[in-house]
């Protein structure tokens, strides 16, 4: 029987008076708290510390922190359509530089630039033109994830649903509706399944050192109320010995020409893992993901991220239920002055296209040939 889907999470909205809110997700899963965000400067500020993240979710909020911004009496009175362009490409640059890593971000900030630099009869008339593609970036979002959640769920199906009941997958990171403007990415194709009641049971790895799989994907997952189960990133491994796991679908920050990967950090041993138990390992992006200026993924800027990032967790006192952090290190590990005990914490790691089986956009789905090195990603742009 089709599954009907309960309302899901968001991780911004528009509200009736127009104001852009974020949910605050460094509160989450144990607080839901809106935080509006009315200039660039608090759009960027939430970007680096992670209050909104996901490739999609940040390109969104950037494009809404520039509408708004025209739209607000901080915008100054432009005399020419040159005024608009001085003033808003510098906005574009400073929002570009909050995270480096996740092309969306970059190809929504270049998109705005192409419109400021088109023709227009008037100042008026290129400020309601910015503004129109600043909430086309939100807006797009949603529905080229319900096509790429349909094309991903159809062809695994096709490719493990033989003789079964439903399928048993993996997922790091988070990827739905929290990372996006609504129904998410891997989380997309996912819930895809489960409303074609083709999902057994989606595993989740818990997605140290930032947690995003225990925090966000479980809180989106329980909330969908698709059948689920945590895994710590330790696991991954040992699950695919002990189950027969139809398929790893990841999200990604960045595809390349030759459909190398960035995602999440621990993508990549998923993948080699995924490979050595010949289990389909399925990257699920939109066209604005892929970076066709890139030839491989040694030229992917990889984000570094704050040592205490790995050293603390945030928490929920089990008492007094207040949230607080808490060192799980030694102290002074990760600290500027400990030469002899650094922390490595990459945000990111890059799967080669030679482990990936196909990357799925919305345009379709493009698949790697049997021992092909490479994938043909701009077949699916
Ligand atoms: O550092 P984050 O939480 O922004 O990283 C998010 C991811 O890596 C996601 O898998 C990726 O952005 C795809 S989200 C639809």
């Given at each position: ?5 309960p ?24 607080t ?25 979710a ?8 520039v ?6 009496s ?21 929002l ?18 192409g ?14 033109k910015?503004?129109d ?10 529905e080229?994830?319900?096509e ?11 490719k ?15 990827t ?7 129904y ?13 009641d ?33 895994i ?33 950090i ?66 002074g ?6 030469e ?42």
């Open positions: 029987m089709p599954k009907t889907l309302e899901m999470m968001t991780s911004l909205r528009i509200t009736a008076g127009g104001d852009v809110e974020i949910i605050d997700q460094l509160l989450l899963p144990h839901v708290k809106w935080d509006k965000v009315e200039t660039p400067e608090q759009a960027f500020d939430a970007i680096k510390m992670m209050k909104i993240r996901g490739a999609p940040i390109a969104s909020l950037a494009a809404l922190s509408r708004s911004h025209l739209s607000s901080a915008a100054p009175s432009f005399a020419s359509t040159t005024s608009v362009q001085e003033h808003v490409a510098p906005i574009l640059d400073y570009q530089s909050s995270r480096p890593t996740a092309v969306n971000l970059g190809e929504a900030m270049d998109r705005i630039r419109v400021l630099s088109a023709s227009a009869s008037s100042p008026a008339e290129l400020v309601e910015v503004k593609t600043c909430f086309a970036v939100h807006a797009e979002d949603m080229r994830n319900r790429m959640g349909r094309l991903g769920a159809e062809w695994l199906w096709k493990r649903g033989d003789g079964k009941k439903g399928l048993k997958v993996i997922t790091v990171c988070n739905g509706s929290l990372a996006t403007s609504g998410g990415t891997a989380i997309g194709v996912i819930t895809a399944l489960y409303e074609a083709h999902l057994d049971t989606a595993y989740y790895a818990q997605t140290t050192p930032y947690h995003q799989g225990s925090r966000l994907t479980s809180l989106e997952l329980t909330t969908l109320r698709v059948p689920a189960c945590m710590c990133d330790t696991m991954l491994g040992s699950l695919m010995q002990h189950q027969d796991i139809d398929g790893v679908i990841v999200g990604a920050d960045r595809i390349v020409k030759n459909g190398d990967t960035a995602n999440k621990g993508t990549y041993q998923a993948a080699v893992l995924a490979a050595r138990h010949k289990v389909p390992f399925v990257v699920v992006a939109p066209v604005t993901t892929v970076d066709l200026s890139l030839a491989t993924g040694a030229e992917i800027h990889i984000e570094q991220r704050p040592p205490v990032e790995a050293t603390l967790v945030r928490g929920k006192n089990l008492e007094t239920g207040e949230l607080s952090v808490v060192r799980i290190t030694p102290e590990v990760g600290a500027d002055d400990n002899w005990n650094q922390v490595y914490n990459p945000s990111f790691d890059v799967t080669p296209a030679e482990l990936i089986s196909a990357v799925v956009t919305e345009k379709g789905v493009a698949e790697r040939a049997e021992g092909a090195t490479s994938i043909d990603v701009a077949s699916v742009c």
